[in-house]
């Protein structure tokens, strides 16, 4: 999720986002909102047998395409700013209709087989989710839409931060701040 989270960050997540869940299970007992576009959202998910932290692009509906990362959601391109460029990688500032983030793109030929994708409607119960590291992210684009019920809650803050090329050291800064 990089340039959003870093390595060594800690997130809050709010279970209680979008669901009332029985304590200690995923098991739903009313649903209280839904995921909206540019959630940054936890998912346990079964077909990568991991857990996710990824950003919700395309809800139930929407018909999403990506041409060389530029992303067109219900026919609408979204706009983009280039932020920096870094060494090997360009910071963007992506557009989404209902909220701003900064995205990665590599600058080199690497992994360029996901930069384009379908296009394809969202189906009912189900979301379109794609990392802030475009170039390198395990996201919809390889597993498939996420369903609602695997959606653990929504995260809009860091509670800490460790820097892993720091000795671990804490990150300062970090600390309780928030996301886009």
Do not use: C
């Amino acid at each position: 999720m990089l340039p959003t989270l870093l390595d060594g960050d800690k997130v809050w997540v709010n279970k209680l986002a979008y669901d009332v869940k029985i304590p200690f299970t995923e098991i739903s007992l009313a649903e209280v909102s839904d995921p909206k576009h540019g959630d940054i959202v936890i998912i346990d998910s079964k077909v990568a047998d991991k857990r996710l932290v990824k950003r919700i692009i395309g809800i139930p509906g929407d018909t999403i395409y990506m041409q060389n990362n530029a992303l067109i959601i219900n026919g609408v391109a979204a706009d983009y700013e280039v932020l920096s460029r870094e060494g090997s990688s360009i910071i963007i500032e992506e557009h989404l209709p209902e909220k701003t983030h900064q995205a990665r793109l590599a600058r080199g030929f690497l992994n360029r087989r996901g930069r384009s994708y379908g296009p394809s409607v969202v189906p009912d119960d189900q979301y379109f989710v794609l990392g802030d590291n475009r170039d390198n992210s395990a996201d919809s684009r390889t597993y498939s839409f996420v369903p609602r019920e695997e959606i653990i809650g929504r995260s809009s803050s860091v509670v800490f931060s460790l820097d892993s090329d720091n000795s671990y050291l804490p990150r300062g800064e970090r600390f309780l701040s928030g996301l886009n």
